[in-house]
């Protein structure tokens, strides 16, 4: 195995969504940070959970050109609880499924082939669960 594999996969947050607690004031931050706004160091790394609620979205109409095959397509924020929120994409988008409010899982999906060798990039995405 080569050695920027071995280091890709030991490297947990890669396979799994993490971030950190501040043991101060209580708030969680995604991507994990050394120094939370309230100026503690005292941060505890935390597996976040599978599932969050839209907080808000919007459709891309006219993407970046490596993304112009999947376009229309949507982003939304995801609120996980305590504060953690990441923007995504919304896989597998319907207009139904824009709701504020509207639960979510996180899945690993594919985002891009990058360039001309076709190495697959993947990335966390969110897929509406049924109401």
Same mark, same amino acid.
């Given at each position: =195995?080569?050695?920027?594999? &071995? $280091?890709? &996969?030991?490297?947990?947050?890669? #396979? ?10 209580? &708030? ?5 940070? !050394? ?10 790394? =935390? ?6 609620? $839209?907080?808000?979205?919007? *459709? ?12 229309? #397509?949507?982003? *939304? ?10 923007? =995504? !994409? ?18 690993? &999906?594919?985002? !891009?082939? @990058? ?6 990039? #993947?990335? #966390?995405? @969110? *897929?509406?669960?049924?109401?």
């Amino acid at each position: =195995m080569t050695t920027s594999a &071995r $280091i890709w &996969r030991e490297k947990p947050h890669r #396979y799994r969504l993490e971030g950190v607690r501040c043991k101060k004031c209580g &708030r969680t931050w995604v991507p994990a940070r !050394q120094v939370c706004p309230c100026g503690s160091r005292g941060l505890s790394a =935390m597996v976040l959970p599978e599932e969050g609620r $839209i907080l808000t979205w919007t *459709v891309v109409h006219t993407g970046h050109p490596e993304f112009s095959d999947s376009t229309p #397509y949507a982003l *939304v924020v995801v609120e996980f609880g305590k504060g953690a929120r990441l923007l =995504m !994409q919304l896989a597998d988008f319907r207009r139904e499924d824009l709701k504020i409010g509207r639960k979510v899982k996180v899945e690993f &999906r594919k985002v !891009q082939a @990058a360039g001309e060798s076709g190495v697959l990039c #993947y990335g #966390y995405k @969110a *897929v509406a669960c049924s109401e």
